[in-house]
């Protein structure tokens, strides 16, 4: 089973909008951290936000924000009020503490913010 | 913000060639560093995760011999594409793990295009 699904390919937003990229995991670790990062044209990955699973509240990051649903096992990224500066490829990725330390990365979304 | 570098930036060789990818930490100490590997329009695959002063642990199906990784200091790692293919052109991304700090962030390097002819 993929430990990271992302579900959507493909997101336009217009600018000034918000945005919410889609994030499901799996895993059966009681401890573990989710991550998202944007990576643009140029290829570099930028760290974004995290959140740890036992964190109450959702983790954010100027205007990005995570919908963390822990029931849902679900880590959507919202970012608001969109700039033209945020098309670029979006990915979630889910560390487990207890089982060991590699990285899930989901397959990623591509947004482009429209003018 | 913590900062990784990679050298080069972009490489393009010949095949049977080796190519050496050198990642550093520029202000904070390494204990670990990850490889990852970027195919066209497709997420990061982990090809090995590599500790200071000891051997790199790699993943299934990555060659080992193929693909060298020295973790010699905790700002350096390297990795050495030996006789390099044309299948092995992709973008390929170190990232490091801060030591010692309380939240768990990886940092990435801006990446190394590599170009097999």
């Known amino acids: 089973a993929q430990k990271i699904t992302q579900t959507q390919p493909g997101m336009f937003v217009q600018e000034k909008e918000a945005v919410t990229l889609d994030c499901t995991y799996d895993?059966?670790?009681?401890?573990?951290?989710l991550f998202w990062y944007k990576q643009p044209s140029s290829g570099e990955m930028i760290f974004l936000i995290y959140q740890g699973s036992y964190d109450q509240q959702n983790a954010t990051e100027g205007r990005y924000s995570l919908n963390f649903q822990k029931a849902r096992k679900s880590a959507n990224l919202v970012i608001s009020a969109s700039q033209l500066g945020d098309s670029a490829m979006y990915f979630c990725a889910m560390r487990e503490y207890v089982t060991g330390n590699q990285f899930y990365f989901g397959t990623g979304t591509s947004l482009t913010v429209i003018p | 913000g913590a900062v990784v570098s990679q050298h080069p930036s972009w490489v393009i060789c010949k095949s049977g060639t080796s190519v050496k990818i050198e990642c550093r930490s520029l202000?904070?100490?390494?204990?670990?560093m990850f490889w990852y590997r970027q195919f066209p329009k497709q997420s990061l695959m982990l090809m090995a995760t590599?500790?200071?002063?000891?051997?790199?642990?790699?993943e299934q199906g990555v060659e080992k011999d193929k693909f060298l990784i020295n973790h010699a200091s905790l700002t350096l790692s390297t990795l050495t594409v030996t006789s390099a293919h044309p299948e092995d052109s992709s973008f390929y991304i170190c990232?490091?793990?801060?030591?010692?700090?309380?939240?768990?962030?990886?940092?990435f390097g801006p990446g190394t295009r590599l170009t097999v002819l």
């Open positions: 895993t059966s670790d009681p401890s573990y951290g």
């Open positions: 990232s490091a793990r801060e030591s010692g700090q309380g939240t768990d962030t990886q940092y």
């Open positions: 590599s500790n200071e002063g000891s051997k790199a642990t790699y």
């Open positions: 202000d904070f100490q390494a204990t670990t």
